[in-house]
T-cell receptor, first 110, second 113 residues
Framework: GDSVTQMEGPVTLSEEAFLTINCTYTATGYPSLFWYVQYPGEGLQLLLKATKADDKGSNKGFEATYRKETTSFHLEKGSVQVSDSAVYFCAPSTGNQFYFGTGTSLTVIP | NAGVTQTPKFRILKIGQSMTLQCTQDMNHNYMYWYRQDPGMGLKLIYYSVGAGITDKGEVPNGYNVSRSTTEDFPLRLELAAPSQTSVYFC????????????FGAGTRLSVL
């Protein structure tokens, strides 16, 4: 069945550092790809998405490109801020179902 | 702008007790979902609904029941709580025209002792 493998955390970075969180997936169909973010004490929120190969999703300085050839959707940000501290989930989706990764906890220190 | 509201936020149950986790959304979304999140794991889909009166099993439905009598409400029922059901439960909803964009509640943390 469909599944997703996400880089394990926790990840600790200094403010203004470069961030990469790796995500690869397996899917029988042609999924849409999503990154969700969970801030402390809150539910998940959509961060960005891409629906077809080579699409780049972007939001709040984060980017991820749909790489069909490597079945990957890595999340990147050039300069992280303390406010980016959260848990990040990669989630391919086919049909009515999402397949969430285990989440990567990010802590950004001043 | 309430969005998706879950109650309670926390609950401790004894083995064999029953309870209902409440979920309501005020965005008139057709689709609603229940997930559980175990420590160090991703979210697993328990049940989902594509509209009032229609429910379907997800990946881990055993031990749970749901109903969808209205568009707004999607309660999750645990009939005989077991320690394996200790988890954080999230409810989510999405609109028909963008069903892949889900809006989540803040979660219910449940412990079964």
């Amino acid at each position: 069945g469909d599944s997703v493998t996400q880089m394990e955390g926790p990840v600790t970075l200094s403010e203004e550092a470069f961030l990469t969180i790796n995500c690869t997936y397996t899917a029988t169909g042609y999924p849409s790809l999503f990154w969700y973010v969970q801030y402390p004490g809150e539910g998940l929120q959509l961060l960005l998405k891409a629906t077809k190969a080579d699409d780049k999703g972007s939001n709040k300085g984060f980017e991820a490109t749909y790489r069909k050839e490597t079945t990957s959707f890595h999340l990147e940000k050039g300069s992280v801020q303390v406010s980016d501290s959260a848990v990040y989930f990669c989630a391919p989706s086919t049909g009515n179902q999402f397949y969430f990764g285990t989440g990567t906890s990010l802590t950004v220190i001043p | 702008n309430a969005g998706v509201t879950q109650t309670p936020k926390f609950r401790i149950l004894k083995i064999g007790q029953s309870m209902t986790l409440q979920c309501t959304q005020d965005m008139n979304h057709n689709y609603m979902y229940w997930y559980r999140q175990d420590p160090g794991m991703g979210l697993k889909l328990i049940y989902y609904s594509v509209g009032a009166g229609i429910t379907d099993k997800g990946e881990v439905p055993n031990g749970y029941n749901v109903s969808r009598s209205t568009t707004e409400d999607f309660p999750l029922r645990l009939e005989l709580a077991a320690p394996s059901q200790t988890s954080v439960y999230f409810c989510a909803s999405s609109p028909r025209e963008a069903k892949n964009i889900q809006y989540f509640g803040a979660g219910t943390r449940l412990s079964v002792l």
